[in-house]
C-alpha cells in the first residue's frame, strides 16, 4: 500500500524544482510501480507457501582495501549492496535491476569469462558483493549471489554460479575457494587499470 506514496516522495526529493509527475516522469514511475508491486505479490506468495525471508540489510556500503603490484598505495573498493537477506536460511546478495538481464550471463567457467563482456557486469557485482562481506570480516556465513529482475518481477531472482562437470550443473554457492579466486582476478584487473602504459577502450556489443 505504500508503493505508490513512496515512489512519488523519492521523485520530489530526486526533483525538487519540479516534483509534478507529468510526461514521460510519470509513465516511468508508473512502471517501476507495477514492477515492484509484482515483485513483493511473489515475495508474500512465496512466504504464503512456507518460506522464509529475512532482512539483513537494504542498501548496505561497503568498503575494504586491496594492494596491487608496484602500485605503493592500497586501491580502496567503495560500493554498495542493494540487498543482504536471508532466503530459508540462506543468506543472498542481491542487486535490483530495472533492465533487461540475460540470465545465462550469470554463469561462467572461470573469471576471464568476465573480461570485455559487458553483459556479465552483474555478475562482476554479485561476486565483489560477496568479497566484501569476507573483507570486511561480516560473519554471515557464505552467500549466494542474485538479480532481481524488475522488468520480469515473476521470475524472482536470477541466481548467479559457477558451471560444474556436468552439463546444467551450477554451483550458486559463492564459497571461500571462489572468493579467493575472485581477489586474485581482481587485482589482475586493478593493475592493468592503474597502468599508464594501456589505454581505455570502449566495450561494444556490435561485430
Not at 20 to 44: C, D, H, M, Q, W
Not at 83 to 99: A, F, P, T
Request: a neutral charge.
Amino acid at each position: 500500500k505504500k508503493v505508490s506514496g513512496l515512489l512519488n516522495e523519492k521523485f520530489a526529493l530526486l526533483s525538487p524544482v519540479n516534483p509534478t509527475l507529468t510526461g514521460p516522469n510519470a509513465l516511468v514511475i508508473s512502471s517501476y510501480e507495477r514492477s515492484i508491486r509484482l515483485f513483493l505479490k511473489e515475495e508474500k506468495k512465496r512466504i504464503l507457501q512456507g518460506d522464509t525471508i529475512e532482512i539483513l540489510a537494504l542498501e548496505k556500503p561497503f568498503s575494504f582495501s586491496i594492494s596491487i603490484p608496484n602500485f605503493e598505495k592500497p586501491i580502496k573498493v567503495l560500493g554498495t549492496i542493494d540487498r543482504l537477506d536471508k532466503y530459508n536460511g540462506q543468506v543472498r546478495v542481491l542487486d535490483y535491476k530495472s533492465g533487461n538481464i540475460d540470465d545465462t550471463k550469470l554463469r561462467y567457467d572461470d573469471f576471464e569469462d568476465l573480461k570485455g563482456d559487458y553483459k556479465r557486469l552483474p555478475l562482476f557485482q554479485l561476486l565483489m558483493y560477496a568479497l566484501s562481506l569476507k573483507e570486511e570480516k561480516l560473519d554471515y556465513g557464505l552467500p549466494i549471489g542474485g538479480i532481481v529482475p524488475l522488468h520480469a518481477p515473476s521470475n524472482y531472482v536470477y541466481l548467479s554460479g559457477k558451471k560444474g562437470s556436468k552439463r546444467g550443473e551450477v554451483e550458486t554457492l559463492i564459497t571461500l575457494e571462489v572468493q579467493e579466486s575472485f581477489k586474485t582476478f581482481l587485482v589482475e584487473v586493478l593493475t592493468e587499470l592503474f597502468d599508464l602504459k594501456k589505454s581505455f577502450v570502449s566495450l561494444s556489443d556490435g561485430p
